[in-house]
C-alpha cells in the first residue's frame, strides 16, 4: 500500500493530464479552474485502490 503522499502525487500528475487533454470540456457554472482541479485531484485520490478505476485513468492520461 502507497503512502498518502505517493497516492496525492500520482493524482496530481493524472489530474493535469486530464485537465489538458479534457480542457474543451465546459466545467459548471461557478466552478472555477482552480477548484475544478483540486475537486479533481481528491476524486483521482479516492480512485487510486480501485484498480479498474486507476487503470482506466492510467490509459487516458
Not at 496525492?8 to 474543451?24: D, I, M, P, S, Y
Not at 466545467?27 to 479552474?33: C, V
Amino acid at each position: 500500500m502507497l503512502a498518502k503522499s505517493q497516492k496525492q502525487g500520482w493524482a496530481k500528475k493524472h489530474a493535469g493530464r486530464l485537465e489538458t487533454r479534457f480542457k474543451h470540456w465546459q466545467k459548471p457554472l461557478g466552478i472555477d479552474g482552480q477548484e475544478y482541479l483540486i475537486h479533481l485531484t481528491k476524486d483521482l485520490e479516492d480512485s487510486y485502490d480501485n484498480p479498474l478505476k486507476r487503470a482506466l485513468i492510467e490509459s487516458i492520461s
